[in-house]
Structures are given as C-alpha cells and as structure tokens.
C-alpha cells in the first residue's frame, strides 16, 4: 500500500513541469518522503491558459476560480507586452496557496509572493489577493535587458499602477497616485537623492530604504515615459546593466544622458518640479 502511493506520488512529481520543480528546488522539505506525507500536489486544482499554468491548493479561493484568475493574468501580460513591446516568449507557472502557512510548508518561502524563474507563488484568499502586475513586468521586461532597480523596479511599480492596480496600497497609501506618496514623504523628511537610486542593483535591502526608493523610482519612471516617451524607457531597459560596479554605473549614467539627452541630476530636477516638491525648495 505504502509502496503503491510512492510509486503514484513519484509520477505525480515527475509530472510536474521543470519549472514548478525548479521553484521548489530549495524549499527544506523537498526530499520526496516528505512530499508524498504531505500530499501536497497530487490533489492541486489545474487550469490552464494560453501562457499560463495555473495550479491551485484544493478548497482555497484560488481553486474555485482559477479560470477566471488566468484570464484576468492573460490580460494583464497583454497589456504589458505592449508597454514594452516584448513578447514574454514562454509560459509562465502561478502556484497559489491557501495561506501563509501552506506556502512556507510546501515551498520554504516566507511571506505572500515569490517568484523565481518561470514560477510565480502567491498566497490568495478572501484577505490577501496580490497586486498582479509586479512580478509579470518582471518577466516581461527581462526580455529587453536587466537595468539597474530604478527601471526594473520603477517599472514594475509604474504599470500596476497605469493598468489599475493600487500599488501604493502596499506602502501604506490605498488609492494614492505615485507622485503624492513621494511628495507625502519628502515633507516628512524622507528621501533618497536619486543618483543613489540610480546606482542601486536591487531595491528591498535596508540601505535602499525600499518603503521611500520604491515610489520614488516609479514616480521617476512615470516622469520619464511622461516626458520622452515609452520607446525611450525601453531603449534605456536595453542599454543599462545593473550592476554594483562604479564602473558600469558610470557608463550607465551616460547611457541615460544618450537615451534622454539629460542627466540624473538634471532630470530630478525637472521630475522633482512636476511633482510639486522642487530640489530649490528645500
Ligand atoms: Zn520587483
């Protein structure tokens, strides 16, 4: 008996596709004795899209309507395919839990959302349903280059908001626009000069102060696709690297000065006038 649900469990992993295994590589647990105790993807509600595999923890909200979840992503990457004029070229995995719980037992992975290489984790139910265009810009735009955060990042931030989502909800800020959260910080003291954005190679660790760098860089983005227009933005997300080296942040910043005929400094400037909150003022 033991041995008969090994047998399925092992074929029922095996059948996963590569990169659902490949996000599941690091989690604690992965060793298949635990896998098959926990039964944890034989009974996962299915679905599939265009561009997606959806897979579902069984009675979570997700699972009851996964279709129309799918459907709602497919058009959310329609949209960002034509922001960045990039097909996203591969399917994608959403793996969603019933709770916090649930997902750090069967991946090892804290918190609400995780994505890793072709396989997004969220945690969904009546209280917690994640912004969805975040991480699907990521893969997107990972088709043009990897630029530096205040792009890759801003971005991310920027399109949620354009197609309809609330991204300044997570920040403290339900319904507020992306340049009135960074005005609201600036008059409490808090920012971060952007020629320091702009030579982060990721935003979350405590010295890129996240919770002000983020607005900042998406109200920037904002800025620069107001001004010069989409096809520059992506001309910048092909042409800058990210990177911790002085080096090719100084080669970056050159780049930037091709791409939109300003500098840094000069278009903080400029951006930080349109935002109400002038670099003069202070
Ligand atoms: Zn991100």
């Known amino acids: 008996m033991r041995l008969k649900n090994l047998t399925l469990a092992v074929v029922l992993w095996a059948s996963l596709p590569e990169a659902l295994r490949a996000a599941l590589e690091p989690m604690p647990t992965r060793d298949l004795t635990a896998a098959i105790a926990a039964d944890r993807f034989s009974k996962f509600v299915r679905a599939r899209s265009e561009r997606?595999?959806?897979?579902?923890?069984?009675?979570s909200a997700a699972a009851g309507s996964l279709p129309r979840i799918l459907a709602a992503r497919e058009h959310a990457l329609d949209q960002l395919e034509a922001f960045y004029g990039a097909k996203l070229g591969r399917r994608l995995a959403l793996v969603f839990f019933a709770n916090e719980e649930s997902k750090l037992k069967a991946t090892g992975h804290r918190g609400?959302?995780?994505?890793?290489?072709?396989?997004?984790?969220?945690?969904?139910?009546?209280?917690?349903?994640?912004?969805?265009?975040?991480?699907?810009?990521?893969?997107?735009?990972?088709?043009?280059?990897?630029?530096?955060?205040?792009?890759?990042?801003?971005?991310?931030?920027?399109?949620?908001?354009?197609?309809g989502g609330d991204p300044m909800g997570e920040f403290g800020h339900p319904g507020a626009s992306l340049d009135a959260v960074v005005a609201l910080n600036i008059d409490a003291g808090h920012y971060v000069p952007m020629r320091e954005v702009f030579a982060f190679s990721e935003i979350g660790p405590p010295r890129t102060q996240g919770e002000f760098s983020y607005p900042e860089a998406a109200s920037f983005v904002?800025?620069?696709?107001?001004?010069?227009?989409?096809?520059?933005?992506?001309?910048?997300?092909?042409?800058?690297?990210?990177?911790?080296?002085?080096?090719?942040?100084?080669?970056?910043?050159?780049?930037?000065?091709?791409?939109?005929?300003?500098?840094?400094?000069?278009?903080?400037?400029?951006?930080?006038?349109?935002?109400?909150?002038?670099?003069?003022?202070?």
């Open 112 to 163: 609400w959302g995780w994505a890793v290489n072709d396989v997004i984790v969220e945690v969904n139910n009546d209280k917690i349903h994640l912004e969805p265009y975040h991480e699907l810009s990521h893969m997107v735009s990972a088709r043009l280059g990897s630029p530096p955060a205040l792009f890759d990042e801003g971005a991310a931030v920027y399109v949620a908001k354009r197609f």
């Open 222 to 282: 904002s800025f620069l696709v107001l001004r010069f227009g989409e096809a520059a933005l992506r001309t910048a997300f092909g042409r800058l690297r990210s990177s911790d080296d002085s080096r090719q942040i100084a080669a970056n910043a050159l780049a930037f000065r091709e791409i939109f005929g300003v500098d840094v400094e000069m278009a903080e400037r400029s951006w930080r006038r349109q935002i109400g909150r002038p670099l003069e003022h202070r």
């Open 52 to 59: 997606l595999d959806g897979y579902a923890e069984p009675k």
